[in-house]
């Protein structure tokens, strides 16, 4: 059984590797309900998933699913300390958390473009990832880890990208970056980083001459004042030595 499981598995993993770009390491996706499954069968998830896929593995959750936990209460306890080890995945739900469902959903929308798995219990939340192609789904049955196959939405969608029909997101994502390579499309953080190098503001030398001119100010007022110091005593001089001469 365990061999006829691993080649299961490898025939799943070659489904996804060629066609949607998934590869190790393998980064899934846990929510509570699996990692509570996972403690009632015993399985060492970090031992077992590498040995099951046959390749590297990343254990990941989310901050929600951290803070589901922690409501349920002592039940789950024992999922919580599980989840805690598992390396933590920045979601959206920054300011207000939500259920751990929502938000494993959320990080595998718009293509699933990190490759995750999801590993999960929850029979509403495997429906709703099986209706988004690419995203390999994993949950446990009678004690042991299954990669389920590829869903029929999955399946179809490839069937499009062969007819030519679609074109999947992988195949963006690479022809991209031989765009960005050859020069045909213009790197915007390239522009940014162009704009951010530069030199020294031309109007702050402006303002430095201003300030210059301004010192000279109290100099050339003090001159003024000066001369009409001197104009005023003049006339004054001229009037005594007529007196005087009169």
């Not at 939405?153 to 007819?163: G, L, N, Q």
Request: hydrophobic share 30%; with cysteine; aromatic share 4%.
């Amino acid at each position: 059984m365990k061999i006829t499981r691993q080649k299961h598995a490898k025939k799943h993993l070659g489904f996804f590797r060629n066609n949607f770009g998934v590869r190790e390491p393998y980064q899934i996706l846990l929510d509570g309900t699996f990692c509570q499954a996972a403690l009632r069968g015993r399985i060492q998830l970090r031992e077992q998933l590498p040995r099951y896929l046959m390749g590297e593995t990343q254990l990941c959750t989310t901050r929600c699913v951290l803070k589901e936990l922690e409501t349920l209460g002592k039940e789950l306890y024992g999922a919580k300390l599980i989840a805690q080890k598992c390396q933590v995945r920045n979601c959206r739900h920054f300011k207000s958390a939500v259920s751990g469902s929502e938000c494993l959903l959320s990080m595998v929308e718009e293509g699933n473009p990190h490759h995750y798995f999801v590993a999960t219990q929850d029979q509403n939340l495997s429906v709703k990832v099986k209706k988004s192609p690419g995203i390999p789904l994993m949950f446990i049955i009678q004690n042991t880890i299954v990669l389920d196959k590829p869903s029929p939405r999955t399946v179809a969608f490839v069937k499009a990208v062969e007819s030519g029909q679609l074109v999947s997101v992988h195949e963006k994502q690479s022809i991209k970056q031989l765009k960005e390579e050859q020069g045909l499309v213009r790197n915007p953080e390239r522009r940014r980083r162009r704009k951010k190098v530069g030199g020294p503001n031309p109007l702050s030398c402006l303002k430095k001459k201003k300030k210059a001119q301004d010192t000279k100010s109290p100099a050339s007022e003090k001159k003024r004042r000066r001369k009409r110091i001197r104009n005023r005593s003049t006339p004054k001089v001229l009037s005594e030595q007529q007196g005087v001469e009169g």
